[in-house]
């Protein structure tokens, strides 16, 4: 046993390594399928979103790089195909540099989805009327206040460089105070900042969907109903992914729901390895005192 | 699928190799993958900087006004300020950059005071005073969220010695800590194993795809 111990408590880190991967691996090649339910929290955003009349306007902000794709940009395909499925019109934008591109494909993907019969899903959509995406810019709490008095004027023109000011969205919605819902999709600090510098000053209710690293710190905040939903990294974005029924939408099981069975066979070795490792550091502490004690 | 997607691919799953075999150890073509990764990176940041930053909000609205719009002459003060900051790099003029760093300072604490206090101070304390309710297990929440606030805020209160009373205070508000620090670790590792899994979701749903002729 003794034996046992050492070769546990001094295992390679390496070993650990292949059998996370493994853990990953099997899953993705062999789905397991295991359930899982949606949370309040999460249910909470989605009912928003659900709730708004159609023609309202969403913005959203892809606040996230491509390292945090599998938490936000899953999270991002599933709030768009909710929104355009509702006929919700949307204005995104990001406030990150890496989050440029990601957002324009999130949007053009979206909005251009081509179904299995080979049709556009959303075939009335329209550019420039029922959604536009702004783009990046630069200064954070300066552009939330910047929107809080005028789109145009924060984003004068938008990714594709083509004047906002001439597109008819802008002519009705003018400022931020006009969206109904605000959505942060973010893989950084922002949505403290969209709380106080929009939200909380336009009254425009807020949910977020962010990276796992970053709940916690923010179940605060959807305890105090400053966000009214809060949608925790790649298991929440999954949950969503569930209650907008987007395999029925896409045709496959969706990317974060897909990568739910490796999450939970990596979660519970990590369970397991806590368990057995202070198993045997309990067992090693004893065998040292009795020899101490005996010599 | 295109020929620049397709090597699009096959570039990212050669980096993504690249990078996995630091854990095996340290390496030349991890490095090679690092160095390669913080020159695209810092190459995409400028890129994106100047046409989001520096063209649309200095050069085009004073060179290529929108039409019908004049050319905005107040944006050069602006500029100028920035300029200041840049000038820093010349040791007798670092002193012109106090200005815009003043301006800066200020501006942003005055922006910044209003809004923290009433966007988020406030209302933080609005519902950690909230009534207890409802129901019996809302009070309970409500009294639990109490007791950790007040035991953690003691927990950092210096003033007084960690000993007696303030002393068990203290250790209640440091099983707080340890709880929030365990849903933190626990979320962190949720979140790094999601991008691990995002990284096989690439390797095996797109690049080995490639291989197949199957997307």
Redesign the interface.
Known sequence: MQKLANIILNLDR?VI?LI?FIC??VP??KPLELPFEPTQEVKEAFNDIEALEPGSVVLISCDFGP?????NYTMLEALLHQCFRRHLRVIAMTLV??G?ALGSRGMREAAEFIDASGARLYPDLEYGSDYVYL????GS??VM?SIGQSFTDAF??DHENR?T?QMPIFREITALADCKYIFDIASVGLP?YW???A???ENVPLSVNC???????YY??Y????FRGLV????GAAEYEKLVGMEAIIGRIP?AT??MD??SA??LF?VLAIIIANIFYIMQGRQERREGEVS | MSLSTLLGIWVAAALTFMIFSFLYKDNAVYKLGEHVFLGIALGYGWCIYYWNDIFSNAIAPLVYPLEGQARNWTLIIPIVLGAFILIRVVPRLAWLSRYSFALLIAGYAGLAVPNEIAGRFLPQLVATMGPFGPGWVGAVTQAVLLLGVFCTVVFFFFSLEHRGLVGKIGRVGVLYIMVAFGAAFGYTVMARVSLLIGRFQFLIYEWISTMHGSS
């Open positions: 390496r390594y996370v990953v691996l993705l090649l390292s945090t794709i599998p938490e540099p890496a440029a783009g990046y810019k630069p709490t300066a206040l004068p023109r004047v000011s403290e709380v106080s510098y939200s909380e000053r990276t796992a690293v970053s709940a916690a710190q605060p905040y305890a105090s109903r400053q925790g990294g790649m298991k990317d897909k990568g490796a999450q990596v979660h990590i």
